[in-house]
């Protein structure tokens, strides 16, 4: 047999399977094997929960690839697409630059990727958990939430910073919220200013139960268990939104300094450039597991649609369902290398089992059910028993013995948190900056608007003095300054920003032209305008009422369905020379002016082009009952001539505009008048 070359992109529970039973089976002058994995170790994902409870040492739930499969080809080259054509992959090189490697049989193994933009707002401010890197990242984050609750002076935020929710009620949420809660609530006595009342750890999921994938009364029992180790079961919700503060759900909002999120995942780059037929996301196979219409191409594990020849059913993304694939995807290659024909995917679930905290689990094995520490005990042994590697099973079974009679490990590495750039979403009222507290961050909108909220003494309460919109940055004063914030800076509207800690916004203010050039014009206007030159000024602007000024809303309004055609036909019949773009309700879209129209009919635009296509969409608008101040700034910090009123955020319906010369003039005549 000529030597064959196989390659399997993935080092899960699938993959790793797979290569071992081939090589078991296949002498090196047979085939050469060759595995893709973007990281050089196998995670044992269901022990990754562990690992931020401290119950588990962070580098005891991975094995190393290359010992693991002495006798494998392992590369840490990420696989950028398979081309079924020609038999071959794309692979990004150590250069970076793509290449491509031929192959007589490739198994896809690659599984899915987190995806936590199913909910607005959970990307940027929850904590994934699917990699070892994400279970570092949030083992140290628990563990600096008590270590800045116990320092903390003020009750509601220490409550706060002590406030643990995990969205997802299936087996990672679970296990999440159980170890958390027992690393949390296990810790206290060590922190003499934290109590048991102020730490709260919440778990919030979409079903009327959780754990869905096991029986009803087991099901109960966990909910049960979970209740009595203090977590609080939120049943029959969906978040629908996250910001720094915490989640949203139908019409209550969660406060908590720390959201976990174990639902929401995307189809892997690789599996999406692949040409061959899909189904909800994964590869859709044959009953052998080779992809629908291929003879050298196979899928398995999260990644492919495998139908379950047991049962019918669809398989599942557990890992010993991808295990058992992996070993029979390995035996039907082999048949297929020595003439013979394959065999469907089948297999009978051996059991479930899930650990719920507090030396608590839920099982069921061969037909029993088990609960309680019993079940707690056999989930272990079972886990210790499927590790890959004996020096692991005894690191590991080590730990748990170690952790049945000591505390926890409460150490943790302190990274830097201003070296960075981030993506955050705040909802209306969120406050994002407070006044005096030290500089950290430089902020950019992407979406939404801000209102910049001073406190003084005629006005302890603060009063809003400004509004920043799409498009625009604040924060970069105070940094450049060294000096506490002089304002607080809260959204208005749902708001999008990027965030770049203190370290990234100082190199690239100092190497970037374009940014310093905008930057220091932004200082100028701020601080050296008209009003903060004549503190006359300011007075008479505080002495006026917005509503005076407050002009009628040029007709006719425009709906967001017309064309250019029917907007230059309005110009040419109304004085005005701007209009502005209204939907359902009188909810304002954008203003669109003569010179918008003049450019569009001088463009690639024809008469049939929709008004949406050419106008200002969200223009920056005033509130009726903000302030002239606001009203004052907006015309500073934009230059506008004109700003539509509206009646409030949520429904932008306008009811008008303000001009800035009849501001200006009004303000002229009151200090003439002195």
Excluded at 217 to 245: H, S, W
Excluded at 396 to 411: E, I, K, N, T
Excluded at 548 to 571: K, N
């Amino acid at each position: 047999m000529a030597r064959k070359r196989i390659i399997i992109i993935g080092g899960g529970f699938g993959g790793v399977k797979c290569a071992r039973e081939l090589r078991q089976h296949l002498r090196d002058g047979d085939a050469e094997l060759i595995l893709f994995n973007k990281e050089n170790h196998l995670v044992f994902s269901p022990l990754l929960a562990d690992a931020v409870g401290s119950s588990l040492n962070i580098m005891d739930v991975i094995v190393p690839l290359r010992q693991l499969l002495p006798t494998v080809e392992c590369r840490t080259e990420e696989v950028l697409n398979v081309d079924l054509a020609k038999s071959e992959i794309e692979f990004e090189s150590y250069d970076g630059h793509p290449r491509r490697m031929g192959y007589d049989h490739v198994i896809v193994a690659c599984g899915n990727v987190s995806n936590l933009n199913v909910v607005p707002g959970m990307a940027d401010h929850a904590f994934p958990l699917k990699t070892v890197g994400d279970a570092a990242v949030l083992r140290t984050h628990v563990l600096q939430q008590l270590e800045k609750a116990e320092v903390c002076g003020d009750d509601a935020k220490r409550r706060w910073f002590l406030s643990f929710i995990v969205v997802g009620g299936g087996y990672s949420g679970v296990e999440s919220a159980g170890e958390i809660n027992d690393l949390v609530r296990g810790s206290l006595r060590f922190f003499k200013n934290l109590k048991k009342e102020d730490v709260s750890v919440t778990l919030i999921h979409s079903r009327d139960q959780l754990l869905p994938e096991i029986g009803e009364k087991l099901r109960a029992f966990a909910g049960e268990k979970m209740t009595e180790a203090g977590v609080t079961l939120r049943l029959n919700a969906r978040v629908q939104l996250a910001t720094g503060e915490g989640v949203g759900i139908a019409d209550e909002f969660i406060r908590g300094g720390t959201i976990v999120c174990t639902i929401g995942s995307t189809i892997a780059p690789v599996i999406n450039r692949m040409d061959t037929p899909k189904a909800r996301a994964r590869l859709l196979t044959d009953s052998d597991m080779r992809l629908q219409g291929s003879r050298n191409a196979w899928a398995i594990g999260d990644c492919a649609n495998i139908i379950n020849a047991h049962d019918g059913e669809p398989s599942p993304g557990t890992g010993q369902f991808a295990e058992r694939q992996g070993r029979q995807c390995a035996q039907n290659i082999l048949r297929v290398l020595n003439g013979e024909p394959t065999r469907p995917f089948s297999f009978k679930v051996l059991g479930q089992l899930c650990s719920i905290g507090g030396h608590n689990a839920v099982a069921e094995m061969f037909g029993f059910r088990l609960s309680g520490f019993v079940a707690w005990f056999a989930w272990r042994g079972v886990y210790l028993f499927k590790l890959p590697s004996w020096s692991r099973r005894f690191q590991v079974g080590f730990d748990w013995a170690f952790l049945l009679v000591f505390p926890r490990d409460l150490s943790h590495l302190k990274t830097d948190v201003t070296n960075r750039v981030s993506h955050a979403h705040f909802e209306p009222g969120d406050y994002i900056i407070r006044q005096g507290e030290q500089p950290a961050n430089f902020f950019v909108i992407e979406k939404g608007e801000v209102e910049v909220v001073r406190a003084s003494p005629e006005k302890p309460d603060g009063e809003v003095v400004a509004v920043i919109s799409a498009g625009n940055f604040f924060g970069e004063q105070a940094l450049l300054s060294n000096q506490p914030r002089t304002a607080s800076v809260r959204a208005r509207t749902p708001v999008e920003v990027v965030v770049l800690g203190r370290n990234v916004f100082t190199t690239v203010s100092q190497s970037l032209a374009p940014l310093r050039l905008a930057l220091t014009k932004s200082m100028t206007r701020r601080s050296a305008s008209f009003w903060t030159q004549r503190p006359e000024a300011m007075q008479a602007l505080r002495s006026f009422q917005l509503e005076d000024f407050i002009e009628p809303t040029p007709q006719p309004l425009i709906p967001t369905t017309a064309t250019l055609g029917d907007v230059t036909r309005i110009f040419a019949a109304h004085k005005p020379d701007f209009f502005y773009v209204v939907s359902t309700g009188d909810r304002l879209e954008g203003v669109v002016t003569l010179t918008d129209i003049i450019r569009a009919q001088s463009g690639e635009h024809t008469d049939a082009t929709v008004v949406t296509q050419i106008m200002t969409q969200n223009p920056t608008t005033i509130l009726a009952t903000d302030s002239v101040m606001v009203a004052a700034s907006s015309f500073r910090e934009y230059a506008y001539k004109t700003l539509p009123v509206v009646a409030d955020a949520q429904s932008r319906r306008i009811v008008g505009y303000i001009s800035a010369r009849r501001l200006m003039a009004s303000v002229l005549e009151k200090l003439g008048a002195r």
